[in-house]
């Protein structure tokens, strides 16, 4: 995994930056790198000949999921194209965090073993197969 970020230049037609700006704005990223490395990762994943459909949870505590929140989405938007995200309150001390991805089927092992996404359950699509790295 990568824990830095690369820079380069980009060069876009006035029109299609406003539309990027647009796109940024409607979707909620923080900015315009955020955008495009979302951008460029689903359509490198669209493009993958084979990839997967996953249903990820991880179950943690309210004050572990306050601190990590952020950091976990982000992990998995690096890991794959998030599809469908939510939370459930499992008890009062207790969330679930449930996220259906789609992804590089070579990469589901080496997500499992991501210790910032420990403890996970990721289920894959046409697989019987449940992998839990707890």
């Known amino acids: 995994m990568c824990d830095t970020l690369k820079r380069f230049g980009v060069s876009m037609e006035p029109t ?3 539309q990027l700006d647009d796109f940024v704005l409607q979707k909620g990223f923080q900015n315009r790198s955020h955008a495009i490395r979302s ?8 493009h ?3 990839k997967d459909v996953v249903y990820a949870s991880i179950q943690l505590s309210k004050e572990a999921l ?4 952020s950091e976990i989405i982000k992990r998995c938007e690096y890991w794959g194209s998030i599809k469908a995200f939510t939370t459930v309150f499992t008890d009062y001390q207790t969330i679930s965090m449930h996220f259906i991805l789609e992804m590089a089927t070579e ?4 997500m499992e073993n991501d210790p910032l996404l420990y403890p996970i359950t990721i289920h894959s699509k046409g697989s019987d197969k449940c992998e839990i790295n707890e």
């Open 16 to 18: 299609l930056l406003k």
């Open 39 to 46: 951008i460029v990762r689903e359509t490198l994943i669209n």
């Open 48 to 50: 993958l000949d084979e």
């Open 66 to 69: 306050e601190s990590r929140f």
């Open 107 to 110: 990469r589901i092992g080496i």
